[in-house]
């Protein structure tokens, strides 16, 4: 039985005059890390929808020790990662996290686990959550 769940999206604040979220993820696509490896990676869009610049100062994951932010250039022919310490997304921008340009880096798994889930927070406020479960793309 699979549950059907949404990318979904905490605000938490308890009022609610902003009907859209602030941040908004789509396209989201997970790559596991390969047995025996220590690395996985996400990719996704990100949509600010408020009119202030938002922050991800930091990403979490219960199934990974770290999330990591990095972004790929190619040096002289040779492609590079290098980690990014803060990711900005200005008010009612989208940044594209793809294969080639930033992206996340899912560190040290702590368990063989099927789901993943990544907390988005801005400054100590989580702010999104982005869970497995919702993408459509096979069992696994
Ligand atoms: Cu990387």
Known sequence: MRMVLTVC????VSCGEEPQAPLAATDVVFIKPLPGMNMGAAYMSLANNTDRAISIARISSPQFRSVELH?????DGV?????????????????VLQRGGKH???MRPTIPANAVTLEFYSDDTLILIVDSAAQSSGEQ
Do not use: Y
Not at 9 to 12: D, F, K, V
Not at 71 to 75: C, F, G, K, Q, R
Not at 79 to 95: C, D, F, K, N, S
């Open 79 to 95: 492609a590079r990662m290098r980690a990014v310490p803060q990711l900005t997304i200005p008010a009612g921008e989208t940044v």
């Open 71 to 75: 972004e790929t250039t190619i040096e």
């Open 9 to 12: 999206t905490l605000l938490l």
């Open 104 to 106: 996340l880096m899912l």
